[in-house]
């Protein structure tokens, strides 16, 4: 026996409408809401072996718990590969959950904003400090209106500045 596991974003406008404007919507009233655009997109012979799961969007507090995970993976690896201690500024984790509630992107952008914007600028700072022989011993992740994310490595060189990802959340 084998399980296929077929994904598609066919419906999900309408799903989407429908969950916004009534958020109380069973999941049988989903089906038959999306019923008629399987049937137009698929071949009866297929639609009959499918058994379609249809997936809410996630909520803000889901969407923070993910957020908070990914942040402390990489805080985790921080530590295990440089001895790095971090600290997160609770409106950093508010302003990735911000931009990771999107329908277009969900979950999958907090993925994107880590390794696309916060990292490589987090691995440029790290890198210029042990490419000068030094070793920091402390990171913070603060948010600040006027510039977003800030990172600062604090301790060892004041030639290092700190760094912000702006307008990135």
Known sequence: ?????MTSNLGSDLLMQQLSEKPETTESELHELIR?????HFQP???????????RPLTQSAMRIIV??????VCERLHCHYGLSTSVDERVYDALTSACLLPDTGARNVESLLNQQLLPVLSRQLLSYLAARQHPTY???????E???VIAFD???SDYPQESIYGQC
């Not at 026996?1 to 596991?5: G, K, P």
């Open 36 to 40: 008629p655009l399987l049937r137009d």
């Open 45 to 55: 012979a297929l639609l009959a072996r499918f058994r379609t799961v249809i997936y």
């Open 147 to 149: 510039d977003g994310i």
């Open 155 to 157: 301790g060892i060189n």
């Open 68 to 73: 908070e995970m990914k942040l402390a993976q």
């Open 139 to 145: 990171l913070s992740l603060t948010w600040h209106d």
């Open 1 to 5: 026996n084998t399980v296929i596991l």
